[in-house]
C-alpha cells in the first residue's frame, strides 16, 4: 500500500529515512529550512519543501494533517523539534515519530505526544555492541528492550539434529521460524530436516532465553 509520509529535517537521519521510504514506494514530502538540504533531495523525493516547520501556518498549508506518518528528524534544536511535534499531534496528524538526542529530549518528545521516540546513535551503538559481543549473533531486531528475533549462527550441538529434536521451544523458550540456507530462506522451517552448519536460525524470543541458547551452543563448538 502506498503511504503518504512527511519527513522535518533533512539532516543524515531524515534524509536517510526519506529516501528509503521513497524506495519502498511511498509518497514522500521533505521539509527543511536549509535550500542546499532541500536541493540535494529535490530530484528523489516526491515533493520538497523550504520552510521553518516551527510555523503552524507553514504546516497547515501543507495540508500536514493529511500525512498517514510524519518523522521529526530534528536532534540539535530541541525546543524546534518539541514545538513541532506538539503542533503536529495538536493539529490531528495520526502517527508522530521523533528523533530525541537525548533522554530528556526523549522523554519531552513523548510527554508532548509522540507516539514513537527513536534514538537512532544509542539504537545503534546497542546494535553493534551485540554483534561485537556475541559471535553467532548476525543481525537482530529489538520488538521491546526485553523481546528480540535474532538471525543465529548454527554451530556446535545444533548441527545435525531437527528442530522437533531440538524442542527450543520447551528447552530455552526461544521459537524458531526460519531457516536461511544459502539464498532459499525455508519458511516456516521444517520440524524435520536436520539443521545443516551453514544455516541460519531465524529465532524469536527473550533475550535472556536467546543468550542461554547461545551460551548453550558457544558451550560445545
Ligand atoms: P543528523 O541526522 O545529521 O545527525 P541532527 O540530529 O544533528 O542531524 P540537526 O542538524 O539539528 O539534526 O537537524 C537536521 C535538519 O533539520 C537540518 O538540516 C536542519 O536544517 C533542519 N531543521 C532544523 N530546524 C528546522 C525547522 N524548524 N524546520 C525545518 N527544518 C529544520
Redesign the pocket.
Known amino acids: 500500500m502506498v503511504r503518504e509520509y512527511a519527513v522535518?529535517?533533512?539532516?543524515?537521519?531524515?534524509?536517510s529515512v526519506a529516501l528509503t521510504l521513497q524506495k519502498l514506494g511511498h509518497n514522500v514530502l521533505g521539509?527543511?529550512?536549509?535550500e542546499s538540504?532541500v536541493q540535494s533531495v529535490a530530484n528523489e523525493l516526491t515533493h520538497v519543501v523550504q520552510?521553518?516547520?516551527?510555523d503552524e501556518n507553514v504546516l497547515r498549508s501543507l495540508g500536514i494533517r493529511n500525512f498517514d506518518t510524519v518523522v521529526v528528524?530534528?536532534?540539535?534544536?530541541m525546543e524546534?523539534?518539541i514545538l513541532?511535534t506538539l503542533m503536529l499531534k495538536e493539529i490531528g496528524v495520526r502517527t508522530v515519530v521523533a528523533?530525541a538526542?537525548t533522554e530528556a529530549h526523549g522523554k519531552v518528545l513523548q510527554k508532548v505526544g509522540a507516539d514513537r521516540v527513536v534514538f537512532?546513535e544509542k539504537d545503534m551503538g546497542t546494535r553493534i555492541a551485540r554483534f561485537l559481543s556475541e559471535n553467532d549473533i548476525l543481525d537482530y531486531i529489538e520488538l521491546t528492550p526485553q523481546v528480540s528475533i535474532v538471525e543465529f549462527a548454527v554451530s556446535g550441538p545444533l548441527v545435525g539434529k531437527n528442530l522437533r529434536e531440538l524442542n527450543l521451544r520447551a528447552k530455552f523458550h526461544v521459537t524458531a521460524l526460519a531457516i536461511r540456507r544459502g539464498d532459499q530462506i525455508i519458511l516456516p522451517p521444517s520440524p524435520e530436516d536436520p539443521i545443516r552448519r551453514e544455516d541460519i536460525l531465524v529465532v524469536i524470543g527473550s533475550n535472556d532465553d536467546i543468550d542461554r541458547l547461545q551460551k548453550f551452543q558457544e558451550k560445545d563448538k
Open positions: 522535518i529535517g533533512l539532516g543524515r537521519f531524515g534524509t521539509i527543511d529550512t536549509s538540504k520552510a521553518d516547520a516551527s528528524a530534528i536532534g540539535q534544536d524546534a523539534s513541532i528523533k538526542a537512532p
